[in-house]
């Protein structure tokens, strides 16, 4: 079967725009102090930084699976109105600036906050300024682009299948965790995919709402706006790094969980 | 940020290239200020406005993303620096068309709380345990002088976060999120959500500002008015409002 | 046939997107019903009706239990009916070997039962295969396999074969006949293709914007066509017999002469088309040739069919030009004859 070929109009465009998103890498890749890679590498602030971002991204992606696919999945179910108020209230920290969601943070969990007062005045459990806060701005920040890709796979998902589950005698959660979860597989994973991505790179709500310091709070995003200030060229060194292992991770991942690519 | 700030240099070029073919001298300026001047400086600019029917442009941002951008080719008449270090900077990259002059101090005053629940008196206060204390990252120069002042009052402190930006250490202490923060005093004067405590002149650090006309500048008798107008006794009484120590 | 037990009662009606369904349906213990139909006549509708995938008004029961019953809100889940449903295609659990989607329904000794229907069914060299390495009618044999391991009550068919190529259809219609004929309950076989009602089913029902139009047993359906969807259904001339060579034994004791017969029970399907009426005994080549009685003529289109009756009996389709040539007429007594060559047949 032969597909019908992409117009020329089409193509030049997608050339425009490969160059669009290429050439502000090739300018991190081409400008890049080489000399000072090496030694931003072995720095230990730099693996220091480097472990936390994964930790919390890492982390970020794994609340936001537990709580996003079941958010996805009553999403799906939902009809009319109820449907709109639900996903915009989803995809609000997708348009808020991330600086206002990490503002917001305070407002709910910080010390004054709706449950951070009690949470502080009854066991002095403080959340803003710590690692659990770097994670909670990050899965605030990123959960919804879980949410949305996981609400998309469950809409185009062949429904028999959960129906030829239930004749066959299995109950809502055998049917969710035997049948709907493995088929919803490819669209959790680009769900997490991007949803890991986003808290990679989460700057503005971390900063607000988690602070910045060396080993508990600077993710590497943050470790890059310290260095952009002081020494760009330490900083384009760092951002190299994010990109390499970011792009590791991901080409690693895909064949581990999609089975072919 | 800083993004934004060079799209806003480079904006700037373009517009002021624009009003130099023009010819005749231009009626306005272009100022790269540092970002805790901006209370007094749109001050001075409203009255140099009245006064000389000279419009002025302002870039504020940190001192260093100024100087960054300053030697990355941004136009500008006049650049107002929160240190005299940056300042020498740019004057050694041969972009400063005039003198330097040092226009006004800042020193450094503990941000607290409404009221002072804590009850915080000192820098000693500080090293606490229990207390959320805040500071600006020792790569910014508030950070920097917040360290020299606590080296200087023996006191060591654990912050709970070190902000890239004096305006994060202001904005967490005045959520109540953190109990107190080093800033300088005219930030606590501006921002008006936060209680000063004053740390002795002997562990006190003061900031220089230092101001000049650039090199670049398309209207250097605008900028030769606007420097002039802030060393006058009418903008050190403004910059005085704005909690800074005349010169 | 009598019916010892009505196993399955069922009063259904559904409303949805201005269509209504209205059927009363009762079918007996270990029998077959066929529902026909065009399509969006509520033949599936029916059947999700029936597995308790949508809520109805009315009342099911099945085997003494009711199932549904809208008067008093009774309304039992489709996971705790013990119904089997099989679908068009096959929808065998594409992340699940073929083991596992069999033993997917069962309770206990799960991987022992399971690989004992793949073994009854000679598919035991494909037990650790994934459904995406199965042939079309492999995987629809594995997917009935998998619901009548779980022993259901009910078993519903929506178009089981409708999705095979042409080639393995017979295949796969016969291995369903004979898992059918082993099979307890009752079962529901919705259908578009009227080879395949005629095969399986003791009863068809005939659907037609949501209301059951015709009941009967194939041979009372297809004789006395009382709308446009069976007519075209009885479109066929299907005859059933035992092949031996070359030659058919119908039921009536006629013989067929095909080209291919096959051995043992076989159908034999002559299109209309394909039977020539003669005044005079034809000479030459056909081997089929009667004596019949022209019962009544339809004109239908451009083209007359002709209901015979007589050895064969038969449906012919001829056109008016031969009809005043052979001054046919109700009660006309002609020749029939048919090409061995258009006769198909094959094994049923």
Known sequence: MSQARIPAPVLALAAAGLLFFLLPLAGLIVRAPWGQVGPALVAPETATALGLSLFCSVTATAVALVLGIPLAVVLSRTQGTLRSVLRALTTLPMVLPPVVGGVALFLAFGRRGLVGEPLHQAFGIQIPFTTAAAVIAETFVAMPFLVIAVEGGLRSMDHRYEEAARALGAGSWRVFARVTLPLLRPAIFSGAVLCWARALGEFGATITFAGNLPGRTQTIPLAVYVALETRPEGAIALSLILLAVSLAILIGMRDRWLGSP | MIKRGLAVAGFLVLTSCGGGVGGGPPSNITVFAAASLQPAFDKIAARVKSQYYLATTFNYAGTQTLTTQLIQGAQADVFASADTAHMTTVQNGGLVGGTTSVFAHNKLEIAVERGNPKRIHSLADLARSGLVVVLADPSVPAGKYAQEALANAHVTVHPASLEPQVTGVLSKVALGEADAGIVYVSDIVTSGKVDGIAIPDAENVIADYSIARLNSAWNRAGADEFFAYVLSSQGQAILSGAGFETV | ?348
């Open chain 3, 1 to 348: 046939m009598a019916w010892l037990a009505v196993s399955l009662h069922a009063t259904i009606r559904v409303q949805r997107n201005g269509f209504a369904l209205d059927v009363d349906l009762e079918v007996g213990a270990g029998e077959t019903v066929a529902v026909l139909g065009p399509n969006g006549s509520g033949k599936t509708t029916l059947l999700r009706a029936l597995a308790g995938l949508i809520r109805i008004e009315g009342r099911v029961e099945l085997d003494g239990e009711v199932l549904d019953d809208s008067a008093a809100g009774r309304h039992v889940l489709t996971e705790d009916r013990r119904v089997g449903l099989v679908f068009q295609d096959h929808v065998l659990f594409p992340h699940m070997t073929v083991l596992d989607n069999v033993a997917f329904g069962l309770r206990r000794d799960r991987i022992r039962i399971a690989s004992e229907w793949l073994a009854r069914a000679g598919l035991s060299d494909k037990a650790g295969a994934m459904p995406r390495e199965l042939s079309g009618g492999q995987a629809q044999r594995v997917a009935l396999l998998r619901t009548l391991a779980t022993e259901p009550r009910l078993l519903l068919l929506d178009e089981p074969l409708s999705a095979l190529d042409v080639t393995i259809r017979a295949e796969v219609r016969r291995e369903l006949a004979r898992q059918l004929s082993g099979f307890q309950g009752v079962r529901i076989l919705v259908t578009h293709d009227p080879l395949e009602a005629i095969a399986l089913a003791d009863m068809l029902v005939v659907l037609e914007q949501g209301k059951i139009v015709q009941t009967g047993s194939p041979a009372e359906v297809t004789a006395r066509p009382r709308s446009r969807f069976v007519a075209d259904l009885a479109g066929v001339n299907l005859l059933r017999g035992r092949g031996r060579g070359r030659q058919v034994e119908l039921d009536s004791g006629a013989m067929l002469t095909a080209a291919e017969a096959g051995e043992g029970d076989v159908f034999a399907v002559i299109h209309p088309r394909a039977v020539a009426l003669y005044l005079a005994r034809p000479e030459g080549t056909p081997r089929n040739v009667w004596r019949g009685r022209a019962e009544d003529l339809d004109l239908q289109g451009e083209r007359v069919r002709v209901r015979l009756s007589g050895t064969v009996p038969l449906v012919a389709e001829v056109t008016p030009s031969a009809v005043r040539e052979l001054q046919l007429d109700a009660g006309a007594e002609v020749w029939v004859a048919v090409k061995a060559t258009e006769i198909s047949v094959y094994r049923a």
